[in-house]
């Protein structure tokens, strides 16, 4: 039996798992090999993830599994996506869904969030969670690097409420070689259908030398989709097996994202301590209606949220933020 979770389509037996190591069929279901076995779960502030246009201000639960359907050469999380999941599983924590949310309440979080590695290599036991979760009123969202067939794009809709999805590169090549995918099409098609039903924002990993010279193309292609989604570009930290790669100059891609400022609405650069291009802009008339403070790799915080009601104080435009009256009211999230 196929899988149609990813592009992949691979063929299922009953000791053949596929290209993510992650799935079994016995010709009639696809199962997963382990279901609920959770790598970590954790606290974190939601424009940590990042996600600066949901909740802001909140703190999110994060959790992951095993395993992933790419092969990045520089994989921040290589040493839970990029092992044999098998090998993992003693590692690994066993929490029923209802036992995930109800630590997430008592976290106090208003989320959970599936960051470490791919949702599309656990959409059962993610579609389980986001069941008890709806239940609790907790909403969902997900890191992901977007390669989902059409019907597990529907999939993921059906789990998620908000997502971060990853446009690494645009060249065959870039994708061959960096990725291990023949062509980011099926990215862009994922990008295209859930922002027009999903709150969406999406991430690019910058490789001086590598993938800068696509970020004007990048922002063109997200803009003809949404010029309100919020993009963000950040640097990449070598890691895995591109630990010899220079750090991108913080100038340099500045500088190459002037063009793409004019495409798109929200421009984010960080992923460097103290970066000038955390903040929200109105698109509008130019005032500063959310000030954050990055912190690098560490993370990012929030400082001031200015835009009550969703919209700018200083003219009134709307500003796309999902459910931050929830957030503030509930959390007195500064204004
Ligand atoms: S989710 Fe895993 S098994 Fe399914 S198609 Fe993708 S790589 Fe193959």
Not at 29 to 35: A, G, L, Q, V
Not at 111 to 132: G, K, T, W
Not at 237 to 254: G, S
């Amino acid at each position: 039996m196929r899988c149609h979770y990813c592009e992949w389509r691979c063929e299922l037996g009953a000791e053949t798992f596929g290209v993510c190591k992650m799935y079994f069929s016995d010709g009639k279901t696809i199962s997963e090999r382990f279901p609920h076995r959770w790598c970590t779960f954790g606290v974190s502030g939601i424009e940590s993830i990042p996600f600066y246009h949901v909740d802001p201000g909140s703190r999110c639960m994060t959790i992951g599994t095993s395993s992933c359907n790419f092969s990045c050469k520089y994989c921040s999380n290589a040493f839970i996506a990029k092992r044999d999941p098998a090998e993992m599983q003693q590692d690994m924590l066993d929490l029923s869904p209802g036992e995930l949310v109800r630590t997430a309440q008592k976290l106090g979080c208003h989320s959970i969030v599936f960051n470490v590695n791919e949702p599309a290599v656990s959409l059962n036991s993610l579609h389980d969670v986001a069941e008890e979760a709806r239940a609790a009123g907790i909403h969902m969202g997900c890191l992901t690097n977007g390669y989902t067939t059409p019907e597990s794009t529907e999939l993921l809709a059906s789990i998620f409420s908000f997502f971060n999805i990853s446009l690494k590169g645009l060249s065959p090549e870039f994708n061959r070689e960096y990725i291990g995918i023949p062509s980011p099409a099926p990215i862009l098609r994922t990008i295209k259908r859930l922002a027009k039903i999903r709150h969406v924002e999406v991430a690019t990993p910058v490789i001086q030398g590598v993938n800068d010279h696509e970020l004007d193309e990048m922002a063109g292609l997200i803009a003809a989709i949404d010029p309100e989604i919020p993009w963000h570009v950040f640097r990449l930290l070598p890691e895995h097996e591109m630990k010899d790669a220079m750090y991108p100059n913080i100038e340099a891609i500045n500088e190459a994202l002037v063009s793409a400022r004019s495409k798109l609405f929200h421009i984010y650069f960080h992923n460097f301590v103290g970066s000038d291009w955390v903040n929200t802009l109105c698109p509008n008339c130019g005032a500063t209606v959310v000030e954050r403070f990055s912190l690098g790799c560490g993370g990012d915080k929030l400082q001031r949220y200015l835009c009550n009601d969703g919209q700018c104080p200083s003219c009134g435009r709307g500003i796309r933020m999902l459910g931050d009256n929830v957030v503030r009211n509930r959390q007195g999230a500064a204004a």
